[in-house]
């Protein structure tokens, strides 16, 4: 796992979407198309905006959500009205290039299942990325992999959904799917992180976070982020 700590906030988003421009170009030269995922929260959406200003092959990029909430359409605690106003609203993707999680479905684990079925279309079987993004959560979730949740014992499916959490049911990429990328990039910001980045760090097997793949990791974190890190990381 690298981490590289940057300036602020804005340094990071830009230095991210930088990074996924270029495993999106290296993507498409290698195997003729980039498959990405992105978490929700607040932090990506600069990221996001960030990248369509980027040289991006898009025509032949697919992003896929790492998670979301379970809320109508155009709520604004959905990761996707964030995902559509922060990247299609500005890059020049096609909606279909963006697949949704379908939460507004009756039956969600058919739901859940059908998202699966449309990774292993895209992404192969078993489904690999190319790139997930994640973020790391003040109690050391990353994407809807919640503390207590049954959903951190999942092995038989890329998709899974969760109880209650903070208000709502989620549905969430599983570990074992996100193991499996080719590329991980933690993009995690702010002085609310600071103890649970040096748990991931550390590798603490007792978080959430810390049962995502450390080889192929990068972290992207600001100052105040990595108040309690080692002088060693590379300070950008
Ligand atoms: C979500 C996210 C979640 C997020 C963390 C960190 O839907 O809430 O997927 O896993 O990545 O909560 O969020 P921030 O990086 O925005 O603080």
Redesign the pocket.
């Known amino acids: 796992m690298e981490i590289k700590i940057l300036a602020d906030a804005d340094s990071v988003a830009r230095e991210a979407a930088k990074i996924i421009a270029a495993e999106a170009r290296a993507a498409v030269a290698a195997r003729g198309r980039f498959i990405m995922a992105v978490?929700?929260?607040?932090?990506?959406w600069q990221m996001l905006r960030a990248l369509s200003g980027e040289e991006v092959p898009w025509a032949d990029v697919h992003v896929f959500q790492?998670?979301?909430?379970i809320a109508p359409a155009g709520d604004p605690d959905r990761?996707l009205t964030h995902l559509l106003e922060s990247l299609l609203s500005h890059a020049p993707l096609r909606p279909e290039q963006i697949y949704a999680m379908p939460v507004e479905e009756k039956d969600l684990a058919a739901a859940a299942k059908s998202y699966a079925d449309t990774l292993q279309q895209i992404a192969g079987s078993p489904p690999v990325l190319d790139l997930a993004h994640?973020?790391?959560?003040?109690d050391g979730?990353?994407?809807?992999?919640i503390p207590n949740d049954s959903v951190l014992d999942v092995t038989d499916a890329a998709v899974a959904l969760t109880g209650i959490y903070?208000k709502r049911r989620?549905m969430?990429l599983t570990y074992p799917l996100l193991n499996r990328s080719r590329r991980v990039l933690w993009?995690?910001?702010?002085a609310?992180?600071v103890k649970m980045l040096a748990r991931l760090r550390d590798g603490d097997l007792s978080i959430p976070a810390g049962r995502i793949r450390r080889e192929n990791a990068l972290v992207l974190t600001d100052h105040a982020s990595a108040e309690k890190l080692e002088p060693g990381v590379s300070r950008g």
């Open positions: 978490s929700g929260g607040r932090t990506p790492v998670d979301e909430r990761n994640l973020g790391l959560g003040t979730h990353t994407a809807s992999l903070q989620r969430t993009v995690v910001t702010g609310e992180k």
